[in-house]
């Protein structure tokens, strides 16, 4: 366990030296969070309009000699068989973030990752583009999957965005409704 | 206290925020979704099926059964559909 913190504190050095380097997405119109959970473990918490640049986030995570394990999950807009022109992603400004940070952190404190990103955009978003990236690492991808997996169940159930359908005809579809299966894959961490 | 309304339930009001003082006897949020509904054909129609309205008060999740005493913010919305 000693062993496992230790890594976890050099990487977070490691990373917080690389995320200098890194301009962050969309940075004006970026929302950041803590920069550091638990142990030190950086955690890339944004909220954004901005596109997401998968490859600038997992660079940062990856960076370091510790990782051996990257998962990163990247949800997309779907054009619904072309009748999908885009989705309105709306949010509850400041409440996002605190609810993402938190799920991130409750992450953190259950498995042995060493580094995580969630970040969600709002507004209008096409098909092909990105809604959502969750990514985690770890030393093992054990825990790097369990991790991601966990954050994104739970960003889909907690983190306060709607979705609502702009249709290629030109009007403006229906709120998306929830999903069972959405709660039904958070609840299986409850009984953990 | 401010209230603040998202996706339909904002949309069925009519307006995103407001501000209110509550009648005595209105506790928990279960009370004030009670009150609400009855403030109007918009408050009765985004109210229609409380047991399905999310409630966060001050940015936190919170039940029906949550007290209301200290809140600065309460947020009334849907169940939530990001990711």
């Not at chain 1, 004006?28 to 473990?41: L, Q, R, T, Y």
């Not at chain 1, 986030?57 to 990247?74: D, I, P």
């Not at chain 2, 209105?26 to 409630?55: M, N, S």
Request: hydrophobic share 45%; proline share 4%; with cysteine.
């Amino acid at each position: 366990m000693a062993e496992t913190r230790d890594s976890a504190d050099l990487a977070a050095t490691m990373y917080d030296g690389g995320r200098e380097a890194v301009p962050a997405s969309g940075a004006s119109a970026a929302i950041k969070g803590e920069n550091a959970g638990p142990g030190g473990i950086p955690i890339d918490i944004r909220v954004t309009s901005e596109r997401i640049d998968a490859g600038a986030v997992t660079s940062v995570l990856a960076g370091s000699g510790a990782v051996g394990a990257l998962v990163t999950f990247t949800g997309y807009c779907r054009d619904e068989g072309g009748r999908l022109k885009a989705l309105e992603l709306e949010h509850y400004p400041g409440m996002a973030e605190r609810q993402i940070e938190k799920i991130a952190r409750e992450a953190v404190t259950r498995w042995p990752i060493l580094g995580c990103a969630a970040i969600h955009r709002y507004g209008l978003i096409a098909p092909g583009e990105e809604i959502v990236l969750v990514a985690c690492s770890s030393a093992h991808r054990g825990a790097a999957f369990e991790a991601a997996s966990f954050l994104m169940d739970f960003m889909k159930t907690s983190a306060p965005f709607w979705k609502r359908e702009h249709l290629v005809d030109g009007t403006i579809g229906g709120w998306v409704e929830t999903k069972d299966t959405d709660d039904a894959a958070t609840d299986r961490w409850h009984r953990l | 206290m401010k209230l603040a309304y998202f996706a339909w339930v904002r949309e069925r009001i009519g307006i995103a925020e407001e501000e209110v003082a509550l009648p005595a006897g209105v506790v928990t949020v279960g009370d004030l979704l009670y009150w609400l509904k009855g403030r109007g054909e918009t408050y009765d129609a985004a109210l229609q099926a409380p047991e399905i309205i999310r409630v966060a008060i001050d940015h936190e999740h919170v039940d029906h059964s949550e007290p209301l005493a200290g809140a600065r913010e309460v947020a009334i919305f849907p169940p939530m559909t990001g990711g």
